[in-house]
Nanobody, 119 residues
Framework: QVQLVQSGGGLVQAGGSLRLSCAAS????????MAWHRQAPGKQRELVAT???????NYADSVKGRFTISRDNAKNTVYLQMNSLKPEDTAVYYC?????????????WGQGTQVTVSS
């Protein structure tokens, strides 16, 4: 069984920074792409950033230049460094990852963590 456990988040003033972490656990799988998504109240969940196993990253236009996704493959952990935070970044943030083994692909989500940016 594989799972993702998130940490980090909280309340910060506009212009501040936060870092989210998401650690994968389980055996017998390799981890392919990892990603961060967010869902603001009354809105659909949106993709924030992705990172492949080789380290290629992509970002939503709304966070480019402010957020950085990274991963530590030795720790099976993905991070989201969020700088210059804005009130519109307020949302529940979720990580997800694709776990692979021969003939099997499984996607799992973290439990979600609240990020609140005050103006």
């Amino acid at each position: 069984q594989v799972q993702l456990v998130q940490s980090g988040g909280g309340l910060v003033q506009a212009g501040g920074s936060l870092r989210l972490s998401c650690a994968a656990s389980g055996s017998g799988f390799s981890i392919n792409t990892m990603a961060w998504h967010r869902q603001a109240p009354g809105k659909q969940r949106e993709l924030v950033a992705t990172i492949t196993s080789g380290g290629t990253t992509n970002y939503a236009d709304s966070v480019k230049g402010r957020f950085t996704i990274s991963r530590d493959n030795a720790k099976n952990t993905v991070y989201l460094q969020m700088n210059s935070l804005k009130p519109e970044d307020t949302a529940v943030y979720y990580c997800n990852a694709e776990f692979l083994r021969p003939g099997v692909s499984v996607t799992r989500w973290g439990q979600g963590t609240q990020v609140t940016v005050s103006s």
